[in-house]
C-alpha cells in the first residue's frame, strides 16, 4: 500500500472522527427525509445518496469504536443516553438494509420501513442532545486537505459498496431486486380488493352516504358550486398511476375519474388548489400541476372501497401517496403558493 494512502486509512483523531460521523448522520437523516418525499423517478438519486449515505456509517464504526472504548473509562451521566443512541443507530442501519435487500421486510407486524423510520426518529432528539452536551468545536483544520480527502475516501468506498450490495441482492434474486426507485415493495397491483389500505397519521374511515355527499369546487372570489356523485361519474375517464405509501410498498392501478382541470378550467390569479377531505386531512397543489390530477370514483373497473376513499378520492401521479387525499369533498383555488404548508401533512 502506498505510504500516502496508509496514512489516510490511519484512525484520525477523535474529533474528526466525531465530526465525519456527525456529518454522514446528517445526511442520511436529510436524505432519508428527502427518500419519503420523493415519488418522481427525478428524486432516484435522493434515495441512492441515502442508501450510500447509510454505508458510510457502517464504515465509520471501526473508527468511532476507538473513541467510544476510550470514551467508556471515564464514568459520566451522559453515559446511558450515548448507548441508546448507539443502539438506534444500529438498529436503523440494521433495519433499513433488512428493508432495502428485502431479507427483513416486516418486523413484529409492522412494515420493516415504519420500524426504520421510526428508530431515526427517536434517534434525532438524541443525537442533537449528544452533541450539544460535548459540543465539538470545529476548527480550520478540519477542513485540511487530509480530513476533506479522508472523507472523499470514505464517500467513494461507501458508493462503491453500495454498488456491490445492490448487485449481490441482483444477484441473489433477493426481494430488494423487485423494488421501485422509491425503494418500496409492489402490493395488490390491479387487484383492488388485495391492495393495501392506509392513513397518514389516525385519520378513520368515514361513513359517506352517496345520496348526501356532495363536492364543493370553490374559486378565487369565494364562490362555489356542489357536484353530486352522478354528475362526476358522468365523465370519466381512465388513468393508470402508481400509489406509492411512504410506508413502504406501492401500488398501481387503472383509476377511473374526472380529470380535475375539467372541473376547474380556469385558475386565473390562484397559486394553488387546497385538496380538502371529509375527515379534515387536506393538501395544497401548485396550480400548475392541475393537469395531471384525477379525481377518482373508481378504481379498475370497480367502485371506490371505504377504506380507499369512497366515494372520491385524489390521484396524484409522480407524488407520494400521502398527497392521494381520500374522501375528498372540497376543492378550494387559493392565492397561497403550494409551498405554504408543512412538507408532510399535519393531521
Ligand atoms: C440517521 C439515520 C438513518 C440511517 C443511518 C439510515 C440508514 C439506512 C440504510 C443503511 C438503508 C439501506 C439502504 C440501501 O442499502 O439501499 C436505508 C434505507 C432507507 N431509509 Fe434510512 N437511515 C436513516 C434515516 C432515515 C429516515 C429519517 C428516513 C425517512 C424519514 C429513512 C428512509 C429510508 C428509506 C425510504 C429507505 C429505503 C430506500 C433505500 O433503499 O435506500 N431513513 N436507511
Ligand atoms: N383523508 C385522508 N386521505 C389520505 C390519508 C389520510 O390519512 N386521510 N392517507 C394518505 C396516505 S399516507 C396514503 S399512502 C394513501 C393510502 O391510500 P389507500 O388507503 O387507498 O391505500 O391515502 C392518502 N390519503
Ligand atoms: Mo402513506
Redesign the pocket.
Known amino acids: 500500500m502506498p505510504g500516502a494512502l496508509r496514512k489516510l486509512l490511519r484512525p484520525p483523531s477523535a474529533r474528526v472522527t466525531n465530526l465525519t460521523l456527525l456529518v454522514?448522520?446528517?445526511l442520511?437523516?436529510a436524505?432519508?427525509?428527502g427518500?419519503?418525499a420523493t415519488g418522481s423517478p427525478r428524486g432516484r438519486w435522493i434515495?441512492?445518496a441515502?442508501?450510500i449515505?447509510?454505508?458510510a456509517?457502517?464504515l465509520l464504526v471501526p473508527w468511532k469504536g476507538r473513541v467510544v472504548r476510550h470514551g467508556m473509562h471515564r464514568s459520566g451521566a451522559g453515559r446511558w443516553p450515548s448507548v441508546l443512541l448507539g443502539v438506534l443507530?444500529v438498529i436503523?442501519?440494521v433495519v433499513?438494509?433488512g428493508?432495502?435487500?428485502g431479507v427483513v421486510r416486516s418486523i413484529a407486524g409492522q412494515y420493516g420501513?415504519w420500524v426504520?423510520?421510526a428508530a431515526?426518529?427517536a434517534?434525532?432528539p438524541l443525537?442533537l442532545w449528544h452533541v450539544v452536551a460535548r459540543p465539538v468545536k470545529p476548527r480550520k483544520t478540519d477542513l485540511s486537505r487530509r480530513v476533506l480527502l479522508r472523507a472523499g475516501l470514505i464517500g467513494s468506498a461507501a458508493a462503491v459498496l453500495?454498488l456491490a450490495?445492490?448487485r449481490a441482492v441482483r444477484l441473489a434474486e433477493l426481494p430488494?431486486a423487485r423494488?421501485r426507485f422509491?425503494?418500496?415493495y409492489e402490493i395488490g397491483s390491479f387487484q383492488p380488493a388485495a391492495a393495501p389500505s392506509t392513513t397518514w397519521l389516525d385519520d378513520t374511515t368515514p361513513t359517506i352516504d352517496p345520496a348526501r355527499w356532495r363536492l364543493t369546487v370553490a374559486d378565487l372570489s369565494g364562490h362555489s358550486h356542489e357536484l353530486t356523485l352522478a354528475d362526476l361519474t358522468a365523465h370519466s375517464t381512465r388513468l393508470r398511476a402508481t400509489l406509492d405509501c411512504?410506508s413502504?410498498w406501492f401500488t398501481e392501478h387503472d383509476w377511473d375519474g374526472v380529470p380535475v382541470s375539467d372541473l376547474i378550467p380556469d385558475t386565473t390569479g390562484a397559486n394553488s388548489l387546497l385538496v380538502h377531505s371529509v375527515t379534515g386531512y387536506q393538501i395544497r397543489f401548485p396550480v400548475t400541476e392541475l393537469d395531471s390530477l384525477l379525481l377518482a370514483t373508481g378504481v379498475d373497473g370497480q367502485p371506490l372501497a371505504a377504506r380507499n376513499g369512497y366515494p372520491l378520492r385524489l390521484v396524484a401521479p409522480r407524488r407520494r401517496g400521502f398527497w392521494w387525499v381520500k374522501w375528498v369533498d372540497r376543492l378550494e383555488l387559493q392565492t397561497a403558493p403550494a409551498w405554504w404548508q408543512p412538507p408532510f401533512p399535519v393531521t
Open positions: 454522514a448522520l446528517l442520511a437523516f436524505t432519508g427525509v427518500a419519503v434515495v441512492v441515502h442508501g449515505a447509510g454505508i456509517i457502517v443507530v436503523t442501519v433499513g438494509l428493508y432495502a435487500t420501513l426504520h423510520v431515526a426518529l434517534l434525532a443525537l453500495w450490495v445492490d430488494g423494488r422509491t425503494g418500496s411512504t413502504g
